[in-house]
Protein backbone atom coordinates (compact mmCIF):
# COMPACT_ATOMS: atom_id res chain seq x y z
CA UNK A 1 0.00 0.00 0.00
CA UNK A 2 1.27 3.58 -1.03
CA UNK A 3 0.81 6.38 1.83
CA UNK A 4 1.58 9.60 -0.49
CA UNK A 5 3.07 12.71 1.62
CA UNK A 6 0.36 14.81 2.79
CA UNK A 7 -0.28 18.32 3.99
CA UNK A 8 2.50 19.03 7.18
CA UNK A 9 0.09 21.13 8.94
CA UNK A 10 -2.44 17.82 9.18
CA UNK A 11 0.29 15.75 10.30
CA UNK A 12 1.09 18.14 12.83
CA UNK A 13 -2.44 17.93 14.25
CA UNK A 14 -2.75 14.34 13.60
CA UNK A 15 0.74 14.43 15.87
CA UNK A 16 -0.81 16.16 18.85
CA UNK A 17 -4.51 13.96 18.96
CA UNK A 18 -2.63 10.51 18.51
CA UNK A 19 -0.65 11.25 21.62
CA UNK A 20 -3.12 12.55 23.09
CA UNK A 21 -4.82 9.33 22.84
CA UNK A 22 -2.82 7.99 25.81
CA UNK A 23 -0.78 5.16 23.39
CA UNK A 24 1.84 4.29 25.90
CA UNK A 25 3.62 0.86 27.04
CA UNK A 26 2.13 -0.12 30.38
CA UNK A 27 6.06 0.83 31.44
CA UNK A 28 5.28 4.53 30.22
CA UNK A 29 2.40 4.82 32.80
CA UNK A 30 4.12 2.13 35.60
CA UNK A 31 6.36 5.28 35.33
CA UNK A 32 3.45 8.12 35.43
CA UNK A 33 1.57 6.41 37.91
CA UNK A 34 4.45 4.65 40.07
CA UNK A 35 2.28 1.80 41.05
CA UNK A 36 -0.79 2.44 40.05
CA UNK A 37 -2.04 -0.22 37.49
CA UNK A 38 -4.38 -0.66 34.96
CA UNK A 39 -7.35 -3.67 34.68
CA UNK A 40 -5.38 -5.66 32.41
CA UNK A 41 -2.70 -6.18 34.89
CA UNK A 42 -1.96 -9.35 36.87
CA UNK A 43 -5.99 -8.87 37.90
CA UNK A 44 -9.18 -8.15 37.35
CA UNK A 45 -11.47 -5.60 38.92
CA UNK A 46 -12.79 -6.46 41.99
CA UNK A 47 -16.63 -5.78 40.63
CA UNK A 48 -18.14 -8.47 41.88
CA UNK A 49 -19.72 -8.97 37.91
CA UNK A 50 -17.34 -8.57 35.02
CA UNK A 51 -18.06 -10.01 31.90
CA UNK A 52 -15.44 -12.65 31.89
CA UNK A 53 -16.35 -15.89 32.68
CA UNK A 54 -15.12 -18.46 34.66
CA UNK A 55 -12.06 -20.61 34.11
CA UNK A 56 -14.67 -23.89 33.54
CA UNK A 57 -11.82 -26.00 33.17
CA UNK A 58 -10.22 -25.03 36.74
CA UNK A 59 -13.14 -25.28 38.43
CA UNK A 60 -15.24 -28.68 39.41
CA UNK A 61 -18.88 -27.69 38.96
CA UNK A 62 -19.56 -30.41 41.82
CA UNK A 63 -16.89 -28.99 43.96
CA UNK A 64 -16.27 -27.27 47.17
CA UNK A 65 -16.92 -23.48 47.86
CA UNK A 66 -13.46 -23.27 49.01
CA UNK A 67 -10.97 -25.41 47.24
CA UNK A 68 -6.98 -25.69 47.47
CA UNK A 69 -6.11 -27.33 43.78
CA UNK A 70 -3.02 -27.41 41.44
CA UNK A 71 -3.54 -27.41 37.55
CA UNK A 72 -1.85 -29.19 35.23
CA UNK A 73 -2.00 -26.16 32.41
CA UNK A 74 -1.04 -24.05 35.22
CA UNK A 75 2.06 -26.37 35.46
CA UNK A 76 3.36 -26.74 31.73
CA UNK A 77 2.80 -22.56 31.56
CA UNK A 78 4.63 -21.77 34.05
CA UNK A 79 7.82 -24.47 33.13
CA UNK A 80 7.48 -22.81 29.67
CA UNK A 81 8.13 -19.19 31.22
CA UNK A 82 11.01 -20.70 33.46
CA UNK A 83 12.84 -22.21 30.51
CA UNK A 84 12.65 -18.76 29.01
CA UNK A 85 14.35 -17.04 31.55
CA UNK A 86 11.76 -16.10 34.61
CA UNK A 87 14.30 -16.74 36.94
CA UNK A 88 12.58 -14.65 39.56
CA UNK A 89 12.50 -15.68 43.10
CA UNK A 90 14.38 -18.81 42.01
CA UNK A 91 16.26 -19.11 45.35
CA UNK A 92 13.75 -19.17 47.56
CA UNK A 93 11.33 -21.60 45.45
CA UNK A 94 10.57 -25.09 46.41
CA UNK A 95 13.21 -27.53 44.94
CA UNK A 96 11.03 -28.92 42.84
CA UNK A 97 11.38 -25.92 40.78
CA UNK A 98 14.82 -26.52 40.02
CA UNK A 99 14.20 -30.33 39.21
CA UNK A 100 11.56 -29.08 36.63
CA UNK A 101 13.99 -27.42 35.22
CA UNK A 102 16.94 -29.75 34.87
CA UNK A 103 14.42 -32.03 33.86
CA UNK A 104 13.61 -30.10 30.79
CA UNK A 105 16.99 -29.16 30.08
CA UNK A 106 17.74 -32.90 29.55
CA UNK A 107 14.94 -32.95 27.47
CA UNK A 108 15.61 -30.32 25.17
CA UNK A 109 19.58 -31.22 24.74
CA UNK A 110 18.16 -34.57 23.16
CA UNK A 111 16.39 -32.94 20.78
CA UNK A 112 16.01 -30.48 17.69
CA UNK A 113 12.67 -30.37 17.74
CA UNK A 114 12.37 -29.48 21.32
CA UNK A 115 14.90 -26.91 20.62
CA UNK A 116 12.98 -25.20 17.91
CA UNK A 117 9.80 -25.06 19.63
CA UNK A 118 11.24 -23.77 22.55
CA UNK A 119 12.50 -21.12 21.12
CA UNK A 120 9.47 -20.41 19.52
CA UNK A 121 7.74 -19.84 22.75
CA UNK A 122 10.39 -17.58 24.23
CA UNK A 123 10.42 -15.60 21.26
CA UNK A 124 6.65 -14.64 21.13
CA UNK A 125 7.07 -13.66 25.23
CA UNK A 126 10.11 -11.99 24.55
CA UNK A 127 8.08 -9.68 21.98
CA UNK A 128 5.72 -9.14 24.44
CA UNK A 129 7.84 -8.47 27.42
CA UNK A 130 6.27 -4.99 27.58
CA UNK A 131 7.14 -3.93 31.56
CA UNK A 132 9.53 -6.09 32.86
CA UNK A 133 7.82 -6.44 35.79
CA UNK A 134 5.20 -9.07 37.49
CA UNK A 135 2.54 -7.83 35.09
CA UNK A 136 4.35 -9.65 32.34
CA UNK A 137 4.01 -12.95 34.13
CA UNK A 138 0.88 -12.22 35.36
CA UNK A 139 -1.33 -12.35 32.01
CA UNK A 140 0.20 -15.66 30.60
CA UNK A 141 -0.89 -17.04 34.40
CA UNK A 142 -4.40 -15.50 33.37
CA UNK A 143 -4.18 -17.46 30.39
CA UNK A 144 -3.40 -20.39 31.93
CA UNK A 145 -6.47 -20.74 34.25
CA UNK A 146 -8.39 -20.88 30.83
CA UNK A 147 -6.11 -23.69 28.77
CA UNK A 148 -7.82 -27.22 29.23
CA UNK A 149 -5.44 -29.97 29.77
CA UNK A 150 -2.74 -31.25 27.92
CA UNK A 151 -2.56 -32.26 25.18
CA UNK A 152 -5.21 -29.76 23.95
CA UNK A 153 -3.92 -26.86 25.80
CA UNK A 154 -6.75 -24.79 23.80
CA UNK A 155 -8.80 -21.98 25.37
CA UNK A 156 -12.02 -23.13 27.52
CA UNK A 157 -14.20 -20.07 26.46
CA UNK A 158 -14.24 -17.65 23.87
CA UNK A 159 -11.89 -14.73 23.43
CA UNK A 160 -14.50 -12.17 23.76
CA UNK A 161 -15.33 -14.27 27.96
CA UNK A 162 -11.85 -14.19 28.81
CA UNK A 163 -10.26 -11.35 30.56
CA UNK A 164 -8.23 -8.18 28.45
CA UNK A 165 -4.73 -9.52 30.00
CA UNK A 166 -5.11 -13.19 28.98
CA UNK A 167 -6.57 -12.23 25.62
CA UNK A 168 -3.38 -10.39 25.09
CA UNK A 169 -1.17 -13.34 24.85
CA UNK A 170 -3.24 -15.90 23.77
CA UNK A 171 -1.62 -17.06 20.59
CA UNK A 172 1.10 -18.37 22.98
CA UNK A 173 -1.26 -21.71 23.38
CA UNK A 174 -0.58 -23.65 19.93
CA UNK A 175 3.43 -22.93 20.64
CA UNK A 176 2.86 -23.86 24.09
CA UNK A 177 1.19 -26.78 22.42
CA UNK A 178 4.05 -28.32 20.86
CA UNK A 179 6.71 -27.13 23.07
CA UNK A 180 4.88 -29.76 25.80
CA UNK A 181 4.76 -32.32 23.72
CA UNK A 182 8.23 -31.91 22.37
CA UNK A 183 9.56 -32.30 25.73
CA UNK A 184 6.96 -34.38 27.36
CA UNK A 185 6.33 -32.01 30.29
CA UNK A 186 2.81 -34.31 31.00
CA UNK A 187 5.40 -36.72 31.69
CA UNK A 188 7.24 -34.54 34.14
CA UNK A 189 3.98 -33.18 35.67
CA UNK A 190 3.06 -37.00 36.49
CA UNK A 191 6.66 -37.17 37.68
CA UNK A 192 6.35 -34.22 40.22
CA UNK A 193 2.40 -34.37 40.80
CA UNK A 194 2.65 -36.29 43.96
CA UNK A 195 5.00 -33.23 45.53
CA UNK A 196 2.02 -31.08 44.62
CA UNK A 197 -0.39 -32.98 46.27
CA UNK A 198 2.25 -32.88 49.30
CA UNK A 199 1.97 -29.49 49.54
CA UNK A 200 -2.00 -29.41 49.61
CA UNK A 201 -1.89 -31.74 52.05
CA UNK A 202 0.47 -29.88 54.30
CA UNK A 203 -1.11 -26.49 53.47
CA UNK A 204 -4.97 -27.57 54.03
CA UNK A 205 -4.81 -27.07 57.70
CA UNK A 206 -3.04 -23.60 57.23
CA UNK A 207 -5.52 -22.38 55.15
CA UNK A 208 -8.42 -23.82 56.79
CA UNK A 209 -7.61 -22.18 60.25
CA UNK A 210 -7.30 -19.08 58.31
CA UNK A 211 -11.00 -19.27 56.86
CA UNK A 212 -12.24 -20.41 60.21
CA UNK A 213 -10.81 -17.69 62.33
CA UNK A 214 -11.70 -15.06 59.80
CA UNK A 215 -15.14 -16.61 60.06
CA UNK A 216 -15.41 -16.47 63.97
CA UNK A 217 -14.18 -12.52 63.50
CA UNK A 218 -16.93 -11.71 61.64
CA UNK A 219 -19.12 -14.14 63.47
CA UNK A 220 -20.48 -15.43 60.13
CA UNK A 221 -21.27 -19.26 59.31
CA UNK A 222 -19.03 -20.98 56.61
CA UNK A 223 -20.19 -20.23 53.57
CA UNK A 224 -22.53 -22.99 51.19
CA UNK A 225 -22.43 -22.50 47.97
CA UNK A 226 -24.37 -19.70 46.62
CA UNK A 227 -22.61 -19.71 42.93
CA UNK A 228 -19.43 -18.49 44.12
CA UNK A 229 -15.97 -19.88 44.70
CA UNK A 230 -12.93 -18.92 46.43
CA UNK A 231 -9.74 -21.19 44.59
CA UNK A 232 -6.38 -21.26 45.98
CA UNK A 233 -4.12 -22.57 43.22
CA UNK A 234 -0.60 -24.02 44.37
CA UNK A 235 2.26 -23.60 41.45
CA UNK A 236 5.61 -23.71 43.16
CA UNK A 237 7.14 -22.59 39.82
CA UNK A 238 5.96 -19.30 40.24
CA UNK A 239 8.22 -16.84 42.41
CA UNK A 240 7.12 -17.23 46.11
CA UNK A 241 7.61 -13.23 46.48
CA UNK A 242 4.59 -13.01 43.73
CA UNK A 243 1.13 -13.63 44.72
CA UNK A 244 -1.64 -13.69 41.64
CA UNK A 245 -4.98 -12.56 42.73
CA UNK A 246 -8.08 -12.05 40.47
CA UNK A 247 -11.62 -12.10 40.34
CA UNK A 248 -13.32 -14.42 37.41
CA UNK A 249 -17.02 -13.93 37.08
CA UNK A 250 -18.27 -14.27 40.56
CA UNK A 251 -15.13 -16.62 41.63
CA UNK A 252 -12.42 -15.39 43.66
CA UNK A 253 -8.60 -16.87 42.77
CA UNK A 254 -5.66 -16.96 44.25
CA UNK A 255 -2.27 -18.71 42.49
CA UNK A 256 0.33 -18.62 45.13
CA UNK A 257 3.94 -20.40 45.43
CA UNK A 258 4.46 -22.63 48.58
CA UNK A 259 7.59 -23.05 50.34
CA UNK A 260 8.56 -24.67 53.04
CA UNK A 261 5.07 -25.47 53.89
CA UNK A 262 3.58 -22.37 54.15
CA UNK A 263 1.60 -19.82 52.00
CA UNK A 264 1.38 -16.11 51.99
CA UNK A 265 -0.86 -16.05 54.16
CA UNK A 266 -1.94 -12.59 54.95
CA UNK A 267 -2.71 -12.26 50.79
CA UNK A 268 -4.50 -15.08 50.53
CA UNK A 269 -6.57 -13.58 53.63
CA UNK A 270 -7.09 -10.20 52.07
CA UNK A 271 -8.86 -12.05 48.83
CA UNK A 272 -10.91 -13.70 50.94
CA UNK A 273 -12.29 -10.91 52.97
CA UNK A 274 -12.87 -9.51 49.29
CA UNK A 275 -14.99 -12.89 48.75
CA UNK A 276 -16.88 -12.53 52.07
CA UNK A 277 -17.47 -8.31 51.87
CA UNK A 278 -18.26 -7.53 48.63
CA UNK A 279 -21.48 -9.11 48.14
CA UNK A 280 -22.40 -7.46 51.10
CA UNK A 281 -21.30 -3.84 49.96
CA UNK A 282 -22.21 -4.15 46.59
CA UNK A 283 -25.75 -5.03 47.78
CA UNK A 284 -25.62 -1.41 49.36
CA UNK A 285 -24.18 0.75 46.37
CA UNK A 286 -27.00 3.49 46.46
CA UNK A 287 -26.26 3.97 50.62
CA UNK A 288 -22.79 4.35 49.44
CA UNK A 289 -22.79 6.54 46.63
CA UNK A 290 -23.59 9.11 49.45
CA UNK A 291 -19.67 9.43 49.95
CA UNK A 292 -19.04 10.47 46.57
CA UNK A 293 -18.27 14.37 47.96
CA UNK A 294 -15.02 12.22 49.97
CA UNK A 295 -13.67 10.93 46.74
CA UNK A 296 -13.12 14.55 45.96
CA UNK A 297 -10.65 14.76 48.44
CA UNK A 298 -8.52 12.09 47.54
CA UNK A 299 -7.40 13.15 44.24
CA UNK A 300 -4.24 13.65 44.95
CA UNK A 301 -3.89 10.43 47.16
CA UNK A 302 -1.60 7.79 45.52
CA UNK A 303 -4.41 5.50 45.12
CA UNK A 304 -5.20 3.12 41.73
CA UNK A 305 -7.54 4.93 39.66
CA UNK A 306 -10.35 2.53 40.49
CA UNK A 307 -10.15 3.66 44.41
CA UNK A 308 -10.17 7.24 43.07
CA UNK A 309 -13.38 6.79 41.12
CA UNK A 310 -15.64 4.30 42.41
CA UNK A 311 -16.98 4.83 46.53
CA UNK A 312 -18.01 1.28 46.31
CA UNK A 313 -14.37 -0.27 45.30
CA UNK A 314 -12.98 2.59 47.93
CA UNK A 315 -15.37 1.61 50.83
CA UNK A 316 -14.81 -2.35 50.52
CA UNK A 317 -11.11 -1.73 50.49
CA UNK A 318 -11.45 0.70 53.59
CA UNK A 319 -13.29 -1.81 55.39
CA UNK A 320 -11.15 -5.16 54.71
CA UNK A 321 -8.07 -2.54 55.68
CA UNK A 322 -10.22 -1.70 58.98
CA UNK A 323 -10.53 -5.59 60.11
CA UNK A 324 -6.96 -6.29 59.21
CA UNK A 325 -5.66 -3.76 61.54
CA UNK A 326 -8.16 -5.01 64.14
CA UNK A 327 -6.89 -8.50 63.88
CA UNK A 328 -3.82 -7.92 63.01
CA UNK A 329 -0.31 -9.91 64.84
CA UNK A 330 1.51 -7.08 66.43
CA UNK A 331 4.40 -9.21 67.20
CA UNK A 332 3.72 -8.01 70.83
CA UNK A 333 4.03 -10.99 73.03
CA UNK A 334 0.67 -11.82 74.79
CA UNK A 335 0.28 -10.71 78.04
CA UNK A 336 -1.64 -13.07 80.82
CA UNK A 337 -1.64 -12.69 84.35
CA UNK A 338 -0.35 -15.61 85.82
CA UNK A 339 -2.83 -18.05 87.50
CA UNK A 340 -2.44 -18.39 91.72
CA UNK A 341 -1.64 -14.69 92.11
CA UNK A 342 -2.08 -12.91 95.46
CA UNK A 343 -4.99 -10.59 95.63
CA UNK A 344 -2.69 -7.49 97.02
CA UNK A 345 -0.39 -7.89 93.53
CA UNK A 346 -3.43 -8.03 91.18
CA UNK A 347 -2.69 -3.98 90.83
CA UNK A 348 0.52 -4.92 89.65
CA UNK A 349 -0.31 -7.12 86.97
CA UNK A 350 -3.02 -5.11 85.63
CA UNK A 351 -0.66 -2.40 85.14
CA UNK A 352 1.18 -4.70 83.18
CA UNK A 353 -1.53 -6.38 80.99
CA UNK A 354 -2.72 -1.93 80.47
CA UNK A 355 0.56 -1.58 78.89
CA UNK A 356 0.75 -4.15 76.90
CA UNK A 357 -3.00 -3.53 75.48
CA UNK A 358 -1.57 0.25 74.99
CA UNK A 359 1.37 -1.04 72.85
CA UNK A 360 -1.23 -3.18 70.70
CA UNK A 361 -3.50 -0.47 69.87
CA UNK A 362 -0.58 1.68 69.38
CA UNK A 363 0.60 -0.20 66.57
CA UNK A 364 -2.59 -1.06 64.84
CA UNK A 365 -3.24 2.90 65.13
CA UNK A 366 -0.34 3.48 63.12
CA UNK A 367 -1.10 0.53 60.51
CA UNK A 368 -4.61 2.34 59.92
CA UNK A 369 -2.77 5.87 60.02
CA UNK A 370 -0.91 4.80 57.09
CA UNK A 371 -3.86 3.39 55.16
CA UNK A 372 -5.64 6.91 55.71
CA UNK A 373 -2.30 8.26 54.54
CA UNK A 374 -2.31 6.14 51.62
CA UNK A 375 -5.17 7.83 50.93
CA UNK A 376 -7.78 4.84 51.99
CA UNK A 377 -9.65 7.66 54.18
CA UNK A 378 -12.43 5.70 55.27
CA UNK A 379 -10.30 3.13 56.94
CA UNK A 380 -10.59 5.41 60.87
CA UNK A 381 -14.57 5.22 60.17
CA UNK A 382 -14.67 1.66 59.95
CA UNK A 383 -11.64 0.84 62.53
CA UNK A 384 -14.19 2.23 64.81
CA UNK A 385 -17.00 0.35 64.20
CA UNK A 386 -15.18 -3.02 64.42
CA UNK A 387 -14.07 -1.95 67.97
CA UNK A 388 -18.09 -1.72 68.53
CA UNK A 389 -18.68 -4.68 65.84
CA UNK A 390 -16.67 -6.62 68.57
CA UNK A 391 -18.46 -6.17 71.73
CA UNK A 392 -21.92 -7.19 70.09
CA UNK A 393 -23.20 -10.82 69.41
CA UNK A 394 -24.18 -9.49 65.73
CA UNK A 395 -22.82 -10.77 62.75
CA UNK A 396 -20.97 -8.67 60.24
CA UNK A 397 -24.26 -9.45 57.94
CA UNK A 398 -26.53 -8.35 60.38
CA UNK A 399 -24.34 -4.82 61.48
CA UNK A 400 -22.74 -3.67 57.89
CA UNK A 401 -26.24 -2.31 56.79
CA UNK A 402 -26.22 0.28 59.21
CA UNK A 403 -22.26 0.82 59.17
CA UNK A 404 -22.71 2.23 56.03
CA UNK A 405 -26.27 3.88 56.22
CA UNK A 406 -25.24 5.39 59.90
CA UNK A 407 -22.06 7.08 58.54
CA UNK A 408 -21.72 10.73 58.52
CA UNK A 409 -20.31 11.32 55.25
CA UNK A 410 -19.60 15.32 56.27
CA UNK A 411 -17.57 14.06 59.10
CA UNK A 412 -15.43 11.89 56.74
CA UNK A 413 -15.15 15.15 54.42
CA UNK A 414 -13.60 17.14 57.02
CA UNK A 415 -11.10 13.82 58.00
CA UNK A 416 -10.00 13.51 54.55
CA UNK A 417 -9.04 16.97 54.21
CA UNK A 418 -6.60 16.87 57.12
CA UNK A 419 -4.42 14.33 55.95
CA UNK A 420 -1.42 14.35 54.29
CA UNK A 421 -0.99 11.66 51.50
CA UNK A 422 2.08 9.78 51.09
CA UNK A 423 3.94 10.36 47.98
CA UNK A 424 3.72 6.92 46.50
CA UNK A 425 1.38 3.43 46.58
CA UNK A 426 1.86 0.12 48.51
CA UNK A 427 0.93 -3.10 46.55
CA UNK A 428 -2.48 -4.03 46.11
CA UNK A 429 -2.67 -8.32 46.23
CA UNK A 430 -5.40 -7.71 43.64
CA UNK A 431 -3.14 -5.49 41.42
CA UNK A 432 0.36 -5.47 42.34
CA UNK A 433 3.17 -3.60 40.30
CA UNK A 434 5.98 -2.67 41.24
CA UNK A 435 7.97 0.35 40.44
CA UNK A 436 10.82 0.50 39.00
CA UNK A 437 13.62 2.67 37.07
CA UNK A 438 12.89 2.94 33.52
CA UNK A 439 16.13 2.42 31.27
CA UNK A 440 16.48 1.37 27.37
CA UNK A 441 13.50 1.77 25.55
CA UNK A 442 11.03 1.50 28.39
CA UNK A 443 12.19 5.20 29.40
CA UNK A 444 11.96 5.93 25.51
CA UNK A 445 8.41 5.45 26.16
CA UNK A 446 8.07 7.63 29.02
CA UNK A 447 10.11 10.31 27.46
CA UNK A 448 7.99 10.01 24.50
CA UNK A 449 4.63 10.15 26.43
CA UNK A 450 6.27 13.51 28.22
CA UNK A 451 7.04 14.96 25.17
CA UNK A 452 10.78 15.01 25.26
CA UNK A 453 10.56 13.63 22.01
CA UNK A 454 14.84 14.29 21.12
CA UNK A 455 15.28 12.07 24.02
CA UNK A 456 13.03 8.98 22.88
CA UNK A 457 14.21 9.43 19.78
CA UNK A 458 17.94 8.94 20.57
CA UNK A 459 17.64 6.26 23.18
CA UNK A 460 15.28 4.37 20.51
CA UNK A 461 17.82 4.91 17.56
CA UNK A 462 20.74 3.71 20.13
CA UNK A 463 18.39 0.15 20.38
CA UNK A 464 18.85 -0.42 16.90
CA UNK A 465 22.55 -0.30 16.96
CA UNK A 466 22.64 -3.22 19.14
CA UNK A 467 22.23 -6.01 16.48
CA UNK A 468 21.81 -9.45 16.92
CA UNK A 469 19.95 -12.53 16.33
CA UNK A 470 18.50 -13.22 20.17
CA UNK A 471 15.10 -13.39 21.44
CA UNK A 472 15.77 -9.78 23.08
CA UNK A 473 17.12 -8.18 19.81
CA UNK A 474 14.11 -9.25 17.68
CA UNK A 475 11.70 -7.69 20.00
CA UNK A 476 13.44 -4.01 20.99
CA UNK A 477 13.69 -3.93 17.23
CA UNK A 478 10.19 -3.53 16.42
CA UNK A 479 9.52 -1.49 19.53
CA UNK A 480 12.59 0.74 19.00
CA UNK A 481 10.91 1.37 15.32
CA UNK A 482 7.05 2.04 16.88
CA UNK A 483 8.67 4.55 19.06
CA UNK A 484 10.59 6.08 16.48
CA UNK A 485 7.34 5.97 13.90
CA UNK A 486 5.77 8.24 16.70
CA UNK A 487 8.20 10.72 17.15
CA UNK A 488 8.49 11.24 13.32
CA UNK A 489 4.53 12.04 13.59
CA UNK A 490 5.26 14.63 16.46
CA UNK A 491 8.36 16.21 14.40
CA UNK A 492 6.69 16.38 10.77
CA UNK A 493 8.26 13.60 9.08
CA UNK A 494 5.54 11.63 7.45
CA UNK A 495 7.28 9.33 5.35
CA UNK A 496 9.54 8.18 7.97
CA UNK A 497 6.36 7.50 10.57
CA UNK A 498 5.43 5.56 7.56
CA UNK A 499 8.38 3.55 6.75
CA UNK A 500 8.55 3.01 10.58
CA UNK A 501 4.90 1.61 11.20
CA UNK A 502 5.19 -0.87 8.41
CA UNK A 503 8.43 -2.11 9.51
CA UNK A 504 6.84 -2.57 12.78
CA UNK A 505 3.98 -4.40 11.46
CA UNK A 506 6.10 -6.35 9.43
CA UNK A 507 8.52 -7.43 12.51
CA UNK A 508 6.44 -7.49 15.66
CA UNK A 509 4.24 -9.89 17.12
CA UNK A 510 2.64 -7.51 20.01
CA UNK A 511 -0.57 -7.15 19.46
CA UNK A 512 -0.51 -3.40 20.51
CA UNK A 513 2.02 -2.08 18.81
CA UNK A 514 0.13 -3.96 15.64
CA UNK A 515 -2.81 -2.54 16.17
CA UNK A 516 -1.64 1.04 16.82
CA UNK A 517 0.60 0.92 13.49
CA UNK A 518 -2.25 0.34 11.58
CA UNK A 519 -4.42 3.07 13.58
CA UNK A 520 -1.64 5.60 12.90
CA UNK A 521 -1.66 4.59 9.35
CA UNK A 522 -5.43 4.71 9.16
CA UNK A 523 -5.81 7.81 10.71
CA UNK A 524 -2.78 9.95 8.32
CA UNK A 525 -4.97 8.24 5.56
CA UNK A 526 -8.10 9.51 6.78
CA UNK A 527 -6.58 13.11 6.78
CA UNK A 528 -5.00 12.38 3.04
CA UNK A 529 -8.73 11.34 2.07
CA UNK A 530 -7.97 7.75 1.71
CA UNK A 531 -11.37 6.46 3.46
CA UNK A 532 -11.29 3.28 1.80
CA UNK A 533 -7.81 2.32 2.52
CA UNK A 534 -8.19 3.85 6.08
CA UNK A 535 -10.56 1.96 7.02
CA UNK A 536 -8.89 -1.22 5.57
CA UNK A 537 -6.10 -0.14 8.15
CA UNK A 538 -8.76 0.07 10.93
CA UNK A 539 -9.87 -2.97 10.36
CA UNK A 540 -6.31 -4.83 10.41
CA UNK A 541 -5.87 -3.50 13.95
CA UNK A 542 -9.19 -4.53 15.40
CA UNK A 543 -7.65 -8.22 14.04
CA UNK A 544 -4.47 -7.73 15.86
CA UNK A 545 -6.43 -8.57 19.02
CA UNK A 546 -4.99 -6.31 21.70
CA UNK A 547 -6.62 -6.81 24.76
CA UNK A 548 -6.78 -3.35 25.80
CA UNK A 549 -9.91 -0.91 26.08
CA UNK A 550 -8.58 1.93 24.61
CA UNK A 551 -7.22 0.31 21.39
CA UNK A 552 -10.63 -1.16 20.53
CA UNK A 553 -12.75 1.92 20.87
CA UNK A 554 -9.87 4.25 18.97
CA UNK A 555 -10.71 1.49 16.02
CA UNK A 556 -13.56 0.96 16.02
CA UNK A 557 -14.09 4.69 16.13
CA UNK A 558 -11.75 4.88 12.93
CA UNK A 559 -14.03 2.45 11.43
CA UNK A 560 -17.22 4.11 12.06
CA UNK A 561 -16.10 7.81 11.57
CA UNK A 562 -13.15 8.97 9.27
CA UNK A 563 -10.31 10.69 11.58
CA UNK A 564 -10.12 14.20 11.59
CA UNK A 565 -8.78 17.56 12.84
CA UNK A 566 -9.50 21.47 13.11
CA UNK A 567 -9.37 23.10 10.03
CA UNK A 568 -9.35 20.06 7.54
CA UNK A 569 -11.88 18.45 5.68
CA UNK A 570 -12.30 16.29 2.93
CA UNK A 571 -14.56 18.10 0.96
CA UNK A 572 -12.29 21.06 0.78
CA UNK A 573 -9.49 18.45 -0.65
CA UNK A 574 -9.36 19.98 -3.99
CA UNK A 575 -7.37 22.70 -2.55
CA UNK A 576 -3.82 21.12 -2.92
CA UNK A 577 -1.78 24.20 -1.94
CA UNK A 578 -0.17 23.99 1.59
CA UNK A 579 -1.42 25.83 4.20
CA UNK A 580 0.78 26.92 6.72
CA UNK A 581 0.56 25.82 10.51
CA UNK A 582 0.08 28.36 13.39
CA UNK A 583 3.19 27.90 16.06
CA UNK A 584 2.04 26.82 19.69
CA UNK A 585 3.59 25.93 22.71
CA UNK A 586 1.82 22.67 23.25
CA UNK A 587 3.25 21.07 20.69
CA UNK A 588 5.41 21.09 17.43
CA UNK A 589 3.77 23.62 15.07
CA UNK A 590 0.06 22.54 16.49
CA UNK A 591 -2.36 23.64 19.29
CA UNK A 592 -3.68 21.13 21.14
CA UNK A 593 -7.00 19.13 20.05
CA UNK A 594 -10.46 20.63 21.82
Known amino acids: MRFPFFHSQYLALAAIVCLAAGVLSPAADAQSKESSSSRQSSSSSVAPLPQEKSPSFLLDPAGPTISLISSEPLFVMAAALNDCGYDEGLEDSSPVRQHVREEMNQALAKSEEARAARDKVCLFIAQHRMTGSERDISQYISLALYLTPPPDLETSVELTEMPPDATQVAEIAPLLKDFAAAIDLHGIWLAVHHVYDEEIVQLHDPLSKMIVGTNLYLKMPASTYDGRRFIVVIEPLLSPKMVNARIYGTDYVVVVSPVNGALPMSDVRHTYLHYVIEPLLYTRANAIDRTQPVMKEIRDAPLDFRFRSDPIALTVECMIKAIEARTMDTGVPVYKIPAGVQRSDLPHYEHERQVYQEKVDAI ?17 YFYEQMVQFEKDNASLRDTIGEMVYSMDVDQQVHRARQIEFDATADGDVLQRSKPRTLTGLDLAEARLSAGDIATASGLARQALTVRGDTLESVANESRANFILARAAIATGHPEEAIDRFQKTIATSKDPRELSWSHIYLGRMLDLDCKRDEAVAEYKEALAARDGAQDTRLAAERGV ?33 PQ
Open 364 to 380: KAATVKHDMTQGFVLTQ
Open 560 to 592: KTAYAVNGHSCEDAEDDSPAPSKPSSSGPGAPK
